[in-house]
């Protein structure tokens, strides 16, 4: 039992750079009124509650598993491929080692928050199909970051998601015995902070202060843990060590007590009605068959209850064999002991499901559980509502493709901030109406993006067919990048037609004798001082009068389509005569349709510094009859 308000928050890690030792007391601060002590007061305080579900995520080899392992006495990460986490996993952390961990900075109180349950993600999409009915799984989160590298890709993918979910996070600045002069021991981080070198504390303070800017370009406000104020503005940053020594840990655990108890309380209120839950893993387990790795984010799962799955084409209807509950700090996906065969588990909690005919479950599915036919009839409605996407689709746009529906929704959230819309998103493999959808699109949109998910042979000859751009990946700012990629391409050759399908800017001067034939049509030497001209182009004077067209264009005996800057070429052009509407000596432009223009600066086309000033100049003149022409 612990109490522990913003007040103790507050005070146990301590302001400035003092840490309390086990013998001094913690003098308690008046208590801070405001509208949300005043709603937790509703909340009746001998409520049971559930134990907070947290995700771990981050970059690779940040230190998100090597935290865990930390706590648990394990090395699975040591067991990874790679040492990368290929798979979620879940940990029961109890409230006896979170305790352990903390040391002095928890003290007894009343809240009944049994410990802590771990999600460990593969750093990448996983976290995102990890979805409850309301929205994000997770009722807090832990986003690693080596504090010697940053921010790397996954750090930004995993912020988006958060922001994208709402899900309340701290920051574990990883690896601070990697700085240099850094000396590190187990215990807490503030502590061992005054005993460092003061180039230590100065290399501490400038790569802190770079995350605190990075962060701020994602629109947080961020702080070292121990000068925060108000902990539901501001995003804690907590220095560990976790693979070298658990330095920073306990300050970490005592945040994520600290916060779930002040701010979270009421919706950690434990259910004891049917469960809802995620399934996080389909397994083949030797002589139990497939299996369902699941978490239980609210409600009692009975060996007896009937559960009702999200699976493609449908839900599937099925009965629960048995239950198999890890042991506490052992993890679901590697465990060190045999699981417990249990009668019921109550919320939240991850445990391994035995049942039949689970064919088509996907990770990411939600479950309920029941017990009669009403409660089976209920839970199809709320699976309906749970496997409906928020992806908005417009008229035009690519095609997304993804393995769940939290999946799916991350990565049109990706795609909506780069401002690429979509007409169509689903769960599940790449059909050939996919390429059928994509097909007439415009060609920048003329893409499906397939996010962990396989392609049915039909779709791959369609594709072949149609030219359709198919993009495959399991990370999803991969995904988006080799799509940004290659849609820069289908501009850049756009951009290159749309220059050959109009005029270009152009400039020239006729040259002082060179006149070779005064009219029908003249012929006249000229010099191109900028752009290019070309054939039946029309010839533009500054008093903005379209005197004629290029009938053709010579250089000795050479026949040219067009001449480009610095060339010295003659030229036809009709309807003219040299010393009325031109003269030797004359600067003459190229007339341009003003819609071209504004296509070619919609289209992104970039044009040459004089081309520019050739535009600028014709604006001078048109002005007088077209005040905004061109602009």
């Known amino acids: ?43 009746d305080p001998n409520a049971p509650l559930r134990q907070p579900i947290v995700a771990v995520l981050g970059h690779v080899d940040h230190g998100k598993t090597s935290l865990l392992d930390y706590v648990r006495g394990t090395a699975i990460v040591q067991r990874e491929a790679g040492a990368i986490t290929q798979h979620i ?36 999409h996983s976290f995102t199909t990890l979805r409850s009915r309301g929205g994000a799984l997770a009722d807090l989160a832990i986003l690693v970051v080596d504090i010697t590298e940053g921010f790397k890709p996954q750090t930004i993918e995993s912020i988006n998601i958060l922001k994208q979910q709402q899900t309340p996070f701290i920051l574990a600045l990883n690896k601070v015995d990697k700085l240099p002069g850094w000396r590190t021991l187990p215990g807490s981080f503030l502590a061992n902070r005054e005993n460092q070198s003061s180039t230590a504390k100065q290399n501490f303070q400038a790569r802190m202060y770079e995350i605190i800017g990075e ?37 970490l655990f005592m945040i994520l007590m600290g916060l779930a108890q002040r701010y979270l309380r009421g919706n950690l209120l434990l259910g004891n009605g049917s469960s809802e839950g ?57 465990p060190r002991q045999q699981f417990d065969n249990v009668k019921l588990v109550g919320a939240a909690a991850g445990l391994k499901v035995v049942a039949p005919d689970i064919e088509g479950v996907v990770a990411g599915a939600p479950f309920y559980s029941a017990s009669s036919e009403n409660e089976i009839d209920e839970a199809l409605d709320k699976l309906s509502d749970s496997m409906q996407s928020n992806v908005k689709c417009t008229d035009e746009g690519v095609v997304i493709r993804a393995d769940a529906i939290g999946s799916l929704e991350a990565l049109a959230y990706e795609l909506s901030a780069a401002k690429v819309p979509i007409v169509k998103a689903s769960v599940g493999d790449v059909s050939r109406r996919d390429v059928v959808t994509a097909a007439p699109s415009e060609e920048e949109y003329r893409a499906i993006l397939a996010f962990n998910v396989k392609i049915h042979p039909d779709a791959k000859a369609e594709l072949h067919e149609t030219g359709v751009k198919l993009f495959e990946s399991d990370i999803v700012y991969r995904l988006l990048e080799e799509y940004q990629e290659w849609k820069g391409k289908v501009k850049e050759k756009q951009a290159q037609h749309l220059r050959e399908d109009f005029a270009h800017p152009g400039k020239f001067e006729i040259l002082e004798g060179h006149t070779f034939r005064t009219r029908d049509p003249a012929v006249v030497g000229v010099r ?15 008093d903005n009068s379209v005197v004629g067209h290029i ?50 600066r919609e289209a992104g086309v970039k044009l040459d510094p004089i081309e520019e000033d050739i535009i600028t100049e014709m604006q001078s003149f048109k002005k007088k009859d077209q005040p905004f022409w061109g602009r």
């Open 89 to 124: 996993g879940a940990t029961e952390v109890p409230f006896e080692t979170v305790s352990n961990i903390c040391g002095p900075l928890l003290k007894e109180g009343t809240t009944t928050l049994p410990g802590l349950l771990f999600i460990d993600t593969p750093g990448h």
């Open 215 to 251: 962060l701020g370009l994602h629109d947080f406000d961020s702080a070292l843990f121990s000068e925060i104020q108000d902990f539901q503005k501001t995003i804690a940053l907590i220095p560990t060590s976790v693979k070298q020594s658990g330095e920073g840990v306990p300050e």
């Open 1 to 43: 039992m612990i109490n522990f308000d913003r007040t103790l928050l507050k005070q146990a890690i301590v302001r400035n750079t003092h840490m309390v030792s086990e013998e001094e007391e913690i003098e308690d601060l008046p208590a801070e009124e405001s509208e949300e002590e005043d709603q937790e007061e509703e909340i």
């Open 551 to 600: 009938q053709s264009l010579r250089s000795g005996d050479q026949v040219l389509k067009e001449a480009l800057q610095g060339d010295e070429v003659a030229i036809a052009v009709n309807n003219v005569t040299v010393g009325r509407q031109i003269s030797e000596g004359d600067v003459l432009y190229i007339e341009m349709d003003e819609r071209a223009i504004l296509k070619i």
């Open 528 to 542: 191109v001082l900028g752009g290019r001209i070309a054939l039946k182009q029309g010839v533009l004077t500054t």
């Open 278 to 334: 995620t399934v996080i893993e389909i397994k083949e387990e030797k002589g139990l068959g497939k299996t369902l790795g699941v978490i239980i984010y609210n409600g009692i799962l009975k060996s007896s209850d009937t559960l009702i799955i999200g699976a493609q084409p449908e839900p599937i209807v099925t009965r629960v064999r048995s239950l198999l509950r890890p042991k506490p700090l052992d993890e679901i996906r590697d």
